[in-house]
């Protein structure tokens, strides 16, 4: 991993290299421990290198940095430490933000820290709100290519209007507003050129390197999250996959919802071109910025629960829930973005999650939803393990065993969340792979809500959603 | 008494007839650019001769001598023709240093798009840089043309002149790879070289001497 730090340290531009900064040993360790963790084990190859990252960061290894900043935070409360952290994740952050394909990963990286706010020192936190809203570097005469590339004509000749100017970062291009010329106002996701190629590539070099290897007592485990992991980027880079995500999606709100999730305008989308309906409105740093008082917060708090278990229960698991995913339009009305990352649950993984769900209506305990995960015995006779299992998912559980409207602006609960998710980690506490995104979704709304400060009776809105399902089931 | 209306009338022929030469030759030697490039298409560039380049546009081989010296410099035609086409698109715009740089170049290719699979080969033996000291090269004006045509760009763009020389060699290394990965890319629309391309201009700016760079006393005020 030394190598990789290196070539990365080589790779840094001079400003962000400046010798306060980087000649810290103190900071030149932490960020190489960082590193140390972004990688399972090292890999040789250079051109995998890249990969390995882009793929370890856009997965369970958000959380896993998210973890091990937190640890730095909460074991040394000292002003000096703490400055010193913000001030390499920063480098951290723009220094990845600066390496060509990552800077899809480091985008990511930075919705998945911008969802923690309060916790994270305000520094880092206005770094990354400029990864939410700072547009990648794909200038026009580029993008202009690109749309001629995909959709056969200069941006100007296709639509009505065309902003120049990109309004967000997607994940691995930028996002601007036009208009159609039958008068829509819609929303062009244009993806950087080369990337699909590129990572599909990268993907089968990694595949072919790690399948056959055997690294851990629980490999056919983290082969399992490998190929989830494989599964995931294929579909990020496929805006024709999104689309059909968006379009079922769609089609589970209702008027009556108050949810929204914008139409597809499949003749102005490719694999590499997402054009839908512009949703009006503000994101959530507008929304809070104008105050809005506890039952605005909690309406639109239900909505997005209400949205994530729709979706959960018809299989197809929003996984990326950030704050720049969600529009709040005038109207009450909740608008949901970006469906490049959906999990779409098999059958098998349904049934699992079926039974395992019991315990939140306290049927299980929890060595028996360890067993339906499939975690070896070895590991439930741990007690450590076990403990460590227990916090985790009562984190989880205890706004479904709370009747009414549960706090989850309450900062000692989030809290607890993130120090549970260390705490199974640094046990190795284990699940089955579809386990990874189904967490970093759940993490990420419950980040939002906090965020939010809403007030959810999270228990009913399951039943309701629950109920819907069985009902949809029998028909 | 001289009759002026002969004297025009012989002045108008003359023109006339000075005038359809110009134009014949015009067309000729569009005609063996033309013959050229079907051929360099059709047989590669190695087995494509002058000899054969002269039959197909249907002249002697000593006549085609007199439009082009060699292959190499019908090629360096075809080049030419793209580059002015690629001067052309970026003026009277208002874009970035980068961008300028992008769309000159990637017009230029662009125009070239049809002849990419010789021009892999062409340039083997034309703009490799490894060869262009070893005889006088076509690839000589080429390189000299480009270049100052960039070079005009940056000093609009107030890049303070006169440019070193090793930063004309960068950007030409850098060129000459993205030319190079053009000609052979695989990817739908040459899409992987536009992100070679985008990222290689990037580090091209880096390396640009900045406006000030030279003034430091300016900064004591």
Known sequence: MKTNLNDLFAGLPEEYSSPDVLDSDDARERLQAIFADLALKPVPVGSLKRLWTLGELSTQVTLAYIALWMRGWFADAETKQRSEMDTNLRVALKMIHGLGYLRGAATKLGQAFGSLPEILPEQVLSTLDSLHAQAPPMHFSLLREMVRNELGRDPSEIFADFDKQPFAAASIGQVH??????????????????????????????????????????????????????????????????????????????????????????????????????????????????????????????????AWYRLFYSDHSHSDPHSGNYVFLRDGRLGILDFGCVQHLTASEREVL?????????????????????????????????????????????????????????????????????EAMSKRVTAPPMYLYLLRSIFGWRALGFRLRCRVDQNTIRRTELARRRNRLSH | MVDTNWCLSLFYERDHFMRITAEAKVATRERIVKAAAKLFRKNGWESTTTRGIAAAAGIATGTLFNYFESKEAIVAALIAEALERAEQEIRNRDESLE???????????????????????????????????????????????????????????????????????????????????????????????????????????????????????????
């Open chain 2, 99 to 221: 961008e300028e740089l992008f769309t000159f170049i990637w017009t230029e290719l662009a125009s070239l798009r049809a002849y990419r699979k010789f021009l892999a080969d062409a340039a083997e033996s034309i703009l490799s840089p490894l060869r262009r000291y070893a005889r006088e090269s076509a690839g000589d004006s080429i390189r000299a043309n480009h270049l100052e045509a960039v070079e005009q760009i940056l000093i609009s763009r107030g890049v303070p002149g006169p440019l070193p020389a090793v930063t004309m060699q960068l950007y030409w290394t850098l060129y000459l790879g993205v030319f190079a990965h053009w000609a052979t890319d695989d990817s739908a629309n040459q899409e992987d070289t536009l992100a070679l391309l985008d990222q290689s201009l990037k580090l091209f700016i880096t390396s640009l001497p900045r406006p000030g760079d030279q003034h430091h006393e300016d900064e004591s005020e």
């Open chain 1, 177 to 306: 507003r036009a208009t159609l010329k039958s008068g829509e106002d819609v929303a062009v996701k244009i993806q950087y050129p080369g990337i699909a190629r590129a990572m599909e590539a990268d993907l089968r070099n990694l595949m072919a390197l790690i399948l056959p290897m055997r690294l851990t007592r629980n490999w056919e485990n983290v082969k399992g999250s490998c190929l989830a992991v494989q599964d995931m980027l294929r579909q990020e880079v496929d805006y024709i996959r999104e689309a059909e995500n968006m379009r079922q999606a769609r089609a589970l709100f209702g008027p009556e919802d108050g949810i929204l999730v914008p139409r597809v305008y499949d003749e102005y989308s490719t694999a590499k071109v997402l054009t839908s309906e512009f949703l009006p409105g503000p994101g959530l740093k507008e929304f809070l910025a104008a105050n809005p008082d506890q039952s605005l917060r909690d309406e639109f708090g239900r909505k997005m629960l209400v």
């Open chain 1, 354 to 422: 079926d039974r395992g769900e019991a315990i939140f209506d306290r049927k299980i305990t929890l060595e028996e939803l360890l067993r339906v995960f499939g975690i070896p015995e070895s590991d439930i006779a741990n007690p450590e393990y076990l403990a460590a299992s227990r916090r985790h998912n009562e984190w989880l559980a205890v706004p479904l065993w709370n009747e009414g409207p549960f706090d989850f602006g309450e900062e000692g609960f989030f809290r607890k969340g993130v120090e549970s998710l260390q």
